[in-house]
């Protein structure tokens, strides 16, 4: 067995779980980062030889095990070389996935849970009127609401404190759907967790199998491959378009269209977008303009830019001008 690394601050020793504790009271000796962590005492007291490391410790030490910081770099490296990383109640894909998610995994365990806990009792008989009476129906202005103030504060540079806020608001509507669900007996938030970790674990092969990839554009290829071949149904072959939602806003449609027509064989270079929204243009017809903006979203995607961004970005300088300007004229 090579070497246990748990990851533990001395103010997360009571969420220590049973097994954690059970596998650290079974090994030889136990080193700790922090020499003053209050579990070292404790497992003393157990008879376990425990005590601060005096040397980098081995990935591969059978029988010992390293209490360390969640933050520790040295998490990262040793189970990068071989060590196994335990991740309290969850089940990661390996030991590398436990690491990265080492310095939050505690934390977000509880808070998560804390949330969970607080959408049930607002939706329970002794809960909230107003949130028992909501259903999927009523609930998507307000999922769409927060997804846009995501969006704003996003590009209005407002990504400390407020970005916090809004993403904590687009969770609430998650977790209010999948209650909501969790009610009827059709589904909860741990089986749309569930279903998140095994999508992508299964869209990420490079990363959690043995498939190699060259680039970012290999990656988002065997994505679109991998998700193709998910949506298959007992009816046979999909369409290419059938999962692009129809309510998207039309330049982000476009964008979404294109990009699966591409795997189909659809080619716009830069100067084939270009030539193709001025020609729109000059046509001069009702459905020119139409046809010029699908072609000008061609053209941000030979450019690699966003067209919902960049015309909200757009317009966000567009206004700070003309508010200037309008103030200017009035003073």
Do not use: Y
């Not at 939050?104 to 009792?121: D, G, K």
């Amino acid at each position: 067995m090579p070497l246990l690394v748990v990851p533990l601050a001395a103010e997360q020793v009571g969420t220590l779980t049973l097994d954690e504790l059970d596998r650290l009271t079974s090994c030889e000796r136990v080193l700790f980062e922090d020499p003053a962590h209050p579990l070292l005492a404790r497992l003393r007291d157990l008879g376990v030889e425990a005590g601060a490391f005096d040397d980098e410790p081995d990935a591969n030490r059978h029988g010992c095990a390293l209490v360390a910081e969640p933050r520790s770099v040295r998490v990262i490296d040793l189970a990068r070389s071989g060590a196994e990383v335990t991740s309290q109640v969850a089940t990661p894909p390996d030991s590398l996935t436990a690491a990265h998610g080492a310095h939050v995994l505690r934390e977000s365990a509880a808070a998560l849970s804390n949330a969970v806990l607080v959408m049930s009792r607002l939706r329970g008989d002794d809960g909230c009127p107003w949130d028992r009476e909501q259903t999927h129906e009523s609930l998507k202005v307000h999922l769409l609401e927060e997804a846009h103030e995501v969006i704003e504060a996003i590009d209005t540079g407002k990504t400390g404190a407020e970005l916090e806020e809004e993403l904590g608001d687009l969770l609430l509507q998650v977790l209010f759907h999948a209650r909501l669900a969790d009610q009827d007996g059709r589904f909860d938030i741990a089986s749309v967790a569930d279903g998140l970790v095994a999508k992508l674990v299964r869209r990420h092969p490079h990363v959690f199998g043995d498939v190699v990839v060259d680039g970012s554009g290999e990656v988002l290829a065997n994505w679109e491959r991998i998700k193709h071949e998910e949506k298959v149904g007992p009816q046979g072959e999909r369409g290419p378009w059938d999962d692009i939602p129809s309510v998207l806003p039309a330049l982000l449609m476009a964008h979404k269209m294109q990009k699966r027509a591409a795997g189909l064989g659809f080619a716009a270079d830069e100067a084939r977008a270009r030539a193709a929204a001025s020609e729109a243009l000059a046509a001069g017809d009702e459905a020119g303009p139409g046809r010029a903006l699908f072609w000008l979203v061609a053209l941000c995607r030979a450019r690699g830019v966003d067209p919902e961004g960049a015309l909200r970005k757009e317009l966000l300088e567009w206004r700070r001008s003309f508010e200037a300007e309008a103030g200017a004229e009035r003073a």
